[in-house]
């Protein structure tokens, strides 16, 4: 079951051939990313609706040294492994793929998602990798935040058990 998890963690070079059997079987991928570095309700409601909106969907995560330039050196709590196969072992992740950089940018170049999905207040033209998707016909959803779930406010309740 472990080896299960792992091939669904990809790397730059490794998610090239996957995606190229998908296109050739013109599966709709789907991308979203971010740290998940608390795993949550808010997150399963959000990927799960995601992957319903395609045939396969791509997490580009955040690495360690990325979500402590965006978070703080606080941050994050779990370890990049960790996050890693947390997110593989939901039954609608295909593939999990960190990503160095501040944002997926790169890693949206080389996917070519069908469709980009982010959560939030946002407008598509607002989402990193928006220009890329809609430039080749693709789709920008955004999917509405579950109200009282954040990895945020789960780290300040357990800062405040004392």
């Known amino acids: 079951m472990l080896a299960h998890l ?11 051939a996957v995606l190229a059997r998908w296109q050739l079987k013109e599966y709709q991928v ?15 409601h959000y990927l799960a609706e995601a992957k319903t909106l395609g045939h396969k969907l791509v997490i580009g995560i955040n690495s360690a040294s990325s979500v402590a330039r965006l978070k703080g050196d606080h941050r994050p709590i779990h370890d990049e492994k960790s996050r890693q ?41 607002e989402i990193v990798g928006s220009d890329i998707v809609l430039a080749k016909g693709g789709e920008v959803k955004i999917l509405p935040f579950i109200e009282g779930y954040s990895t945020t406010k789960i780290e300040a309740k357990i800062r405040n058990m004392k």
């Open 85 to 125: 196969y947390l997110l593989a072992a939901l039954q609608f992740v295909d593939i999990v793929i960190p990503f160095e950089e501040d944002t997926p940018y790169e890693l949206i170049q080389i996917i070519q998602p069908d469709i980009l999905v982010k959560g939030g207040d946002y407008t598509p033209e």
């Open 6 to 16: 792992s091939s669904k963690i990809h790397d730059f070079n490794s998610i090239k």
């Open 30 to 44: 789907v991308f979203t990313n971010g740290c998940f570095d608390i795993l949550h309700y808010g997150h399963i």
